[in-house]
């Protein structure tokens, strides 16, 4: 116990004296996961969207497989995606393996699965009434969709949530695509697993606290989203 | 008939394999209050939904105003406020402006037209505040002037006074006498058909019984 008390106080100190490399990790998470987050939703949103409100030949076999990469372990998109942008993989020649925008396209791919499924799932949650109401009021279809869409948006800005934590949250991609550099594609996950190997273990306690905050933010952000609808 | 604004014939529709509605011919004169009257599941409400263009028939030819309907085509003439109506989360004001908004209507002409029907309606009080909010009864006001407000050729009602006092069934029932357009009612109330009908059709089993 005093162990776990004894790296507490440490990771305090290094959270208030605001250490280069605590805040040098948290910065490049919050920029990655922002922008992968952006990517996948940009791309997730609109095709769950589509998916979810139009019946066509073969839609259950998509569902399945969103289902199912959305619950690929993080391991093994990195690996994939290593694959890809490796020197000899079809996308070696971009240059980009251990680049942060080789981690911004991992977790884009890891997360936009999760996006989409849970935007069909969104859009499955609606009532239908919405847009019989659209369409006797006069509306076309694309516009009972984006009142459908605004009806509803919680549910979406929720699974955008969802793929946010699971980006800020994964080691696997980040590892395998950014090489984990100091300074420059350390974030916080790979710090936390290059700290505890090394027996830093206060350091790890410290970025630890802060991924528990951001969890127990994107929870609470969820609750309230949940409740508006 | 004089002047029938929309003809029905061989229409039929089913669900799951079952006829829900299976009507030869039938024919709604132009600026007539026309009542459908029914019981629970007689296919009133699947009629309504036909001719508001938002449920598909399996056989059979519409004709409005002579013309063969095409898909899509009545949805800007005719407007039905369903049982239960949907009411948007936001504004009582921009809840009525939503189908004015969708034709592009000027903003000062939607501020004058909703403005009118908010007080038709006794709703001016409610203007501002959330649509969702509202008792069964005002929400059901405010999807009937949601529909009033886009002067709409057809107007299609199903059951709208379900959940409305005698006051605002009296307030609804003066306003659509007053509005002489074409009205298509469903009702399951026999003094409410004798009331305000000009033309009262019964229905029973997807067969019009009686006209």
Known sequence: ?229 | MKDPIIKLENLKKSYNHTFVLDIPYLEFEANKLHIILGPNGSGKTTLLSILADIEKIDHGKIYYKNKEVDNGMLRRKITLVLQSPYIFNTTVFNNIAYGLKIRSVAKKEIDDKVSVVLKKLGLEKFTNQNGIQLSQGEMHKVAIARALVIDPDMLLLDEPYSDLDPFNIQLVENLLKETKKTIIMTTQDKDQTHRLADVFITIKNGKVSYV
């Open chain 1, 1 to 229: 116990m005093g162990f776990f008390i004894e790296g507490i106080k440490s990771a305090l100190n290094l959270l208030f004296s605001f250490n280069r490399d605590v805040y040098s990790a948290v910065f490049l998470s919050l920029r990655v996961t922002t922008l992968s987050t952006l990517f996948a939703a940009i791309i997730g949103v609109p095709l769950g969207f589509i998916i979810g409100l139009n019946n066509f030949y073969g839609k259950r076999v998509i569902i399945v497989i969103f289902n199912t990469l959305y619950s690929l372990p993080t391991v093994l998109m990195g690996l994939f995606a290593y694959g890809m942008f490796s020197r000899n993989g079809p996308l070696g020649s971009l240059g980009l393996l251990y680049t942060p925008q080789a981690m911004i396209i991992g977790q884009t791919i890891l997360i936009f699965p999760l996006i989409t499924a849970l935007t069909i799932s969104a859009v499955q949650a609606i009532d239908k009434k919405v847009f019989k109401t659209c369409l006797t009021l006069g509306a076309n279809y694309l516009q009972s969709s984006l009142t459908a869409f605004f009806e509803y948006k919680q549910l979406f800005v929720a699974a955008v949530i969802a793929g946010f934590g699971r980006a800020f949250g994964e080691v696997g991609v980040s590892m395998m695509l950014g090489g984990n550099i100091r300074g420059y594609t350390r974030n916080i996950t790979t710090s936390i697993a290059f700290a505890t190997a090394k027996g830093e273990f206060a350091l790890g306690i410290a970025l630890g606290l802060i991924l528990l905050l951001v969890a127990c933010l994107i929870s609470i952000l969820l609750q309230f989203l949940q409740r508006g609808k």
